[in-house]
């Protein structure tokens, strides 16, 4: 269930039945949230009207999504169990690019001028070009990253689950 909540006063305006397990928080922009779900789906769902105005699945791998989106400029990026980081057009849900990397993609994507860095239970961070999903940088920390990235003051930030902190300059 998706629940719509009034800031003001905490008052619960809308319950919007997705009918599958929702993993990671919803990323909101002109109205539509956006998701992954455990049944292998990342929807677009107006928040006004209830109504999903997309869903996009991978035509092969059938993998949950625990990664919150990130979204910009009409792009929505995440992670995916299915060891992929996805690309997908904001108005029509069509996927613009998939990378591939060797182990599922908990973490959630943090978007930096023209890149995307993210974690991976592969141990690597990774920057990556937000129109082509290229590799631009990337590091080998040796331990699964399932925590997101955070950025301030020109650093990125990012804990790995053998308890290091990285910051990246």
Not at 26 to 43: C, M, P, R, S, W
Not at 57 to 70: D, V
Not at 108 to 130: E, M
């Amino acid at each position: 269930v998706l629940r719509v909540v009034d800031l003001a006063d905490g008052s619960l305006l809308q319950e919007i039945e997705i009918g599958a397990y929702i993993a990671a928080s919803a990323a909101i922009a002109d109205g539509v949230a956006y998701f992954g779900t455990y049944e292998n789906q990342v929807l677009a769902v107006e928040l006004e009207s209830g109504a999903v105005r997309w869903d996009y699945e991978h035509p092969e791998r059938k993998f949950p999504y625990y990664s919150s989106a990130a979204v910009r400029d009409g792009r929505i990026y995440l992670g995916g169990r299915d060891k992929m980081i996805h690309a997908i057009d904001a108005s029509t849900g069509a996927s613009l690019w998939t990378h591939r990397t060797r182990a599922r993609v908990d973490s959630s994507p943090v978007l930096v001028a023209d890149r995307l860095f993210v974690g991976g239970s592969d141990g690597i961070v990774r920057s990556l070009d937000v129109n082509t999903g290229d590799p631009v940088w990337q590091f080998d920390t040796g331990s699964s990253l399932i925590a997101s990235p955070a950025v301030a003051a020109a650093r990125l930030i990012i804990g790995s689950e053998d308890g290091i902190l990285y910051c990246f300059g």
